[in-house]
């Protein structure tokens, strides 16, 4: 991961949700629409994810690895994982909204959070006798959350000069030792957890070490339908899906799944939320409107300590971001990017008055206005696919909208005595 730190610039801006309701005759066709955030099971309906680094390298590392609530050090892998809290975690995850959790198999030092045969075969110690995995599976599973593990094919690079002898990391290429080691390691995991995952999250930028298409045959030949997602890169020898790590102001849009902390590092260390959650919910709206996009939506990062605390203010950010994707409801969850009024890629949600979804089957149009208009109206462009519309509404709102289509544009008008939302006033368009 990048762990280079950055306060994010931002001003926190609320949105209004316009949906609109199409023609029949020129309504898309596609699947029923689901309205809750399990609604789908593919990678392109997940918008919403928790990221998190629960990780003790046990050796010196210079980024530091989870912290104690009260700053102290966890001082060994055994510490580690005999105090992680996986209901906690799930009900947090659930808290937020979260479709899907990306939780840390190992990190720096691959120190793998379950009981491992291979590991201990090859590298004694670099794993756990409680089986973290498979509890967080259980308390996930019952709250019908998706899990994606973290993984490191190329973290040998992290490894003491012995444990790089012992793996095979050092050695010449081809490297055939290091692929035997890590293959042996993956086959494992997808045998023990394969039917229960949703994927995989590749970190390492897949250097000369790890071969990329042989790991790709033992990762499918146990998990052909698992989604595979490379960190800062797309591969098409290993993986399906790309992801980002971090962003900066004015927070730009991107095709593919973009992961961001929301305190100071990616795991739990005495830090505090720095990301306001309207600004998280905001940008959870850009990444579903914008055209091109490949899945996976946004995975907002932050680390739980060990006995399931948390740093200050995550418990309310989760909250609040939970109750504005709630009530986003089928506008979000769903969806897919307007075809009416579209979003390209990389656009900036700093300054961003509107973002637009659509109804899976085309026929409701979701207009979210992230900035509260001036006066009683609102003026939205000619539908890029030259659609008509019959009616207007605000989604949840207890006031009517008046709308007008012309050969120019679309404007829609409130009465003097409503209120546009300062996060997103949504706005279905039929």
Known sequence: MDRRFRLPGWTCDLVTILVFTLTPAICAQGQKAGNLQNAGSSYQDMKLGLFVHYMNPAKEYQWGSTQWADGSQVQSLKELADNFDAVDLAKTAASMGAQYVIFTTWHANMNALYPSEVMKKWLPGHCSERDVIRDLINALKERKIKLILYVHPSDGHDFTKEDQVRSGWSDPAPYKRWNDF????????????G???SGLYIDGGLPPQVDAAR??????ARMPNAWRIQNSGLNPALVDFAARERMESPYPATTWMMCHTIAYEWWALSGTVIFCPELAYQYTVLQAAVQGATGGGVAWSFGPHPG????????????????LAKKAGPSLFGTHPSNAFITKDGTPLIGLAYAATESADGKKTYVHLLKPAKGTTFKLPKPADGRRFTSAKVLNGRYKIKMD???????LSVDSSALWDDVDTIIELR
């Open 308 to 323: 399931g605390r948390w740093e200050l203010g995550i418990r309310s950010f989760c909250e609040r971001l939970g109750a």
């Open 405 to 411: 289509q012309s050969e120019s544009g679309i404007t």
């Open 195 to 197: 039917k229960d995952l």
């Open 182 to 193: 890590i293959n042996e390691v993956f086959d494992e995991l997808a045998v023990r957890y």
């Open 215 to 220: 790991l790709k045959k033992t990762i499918t």
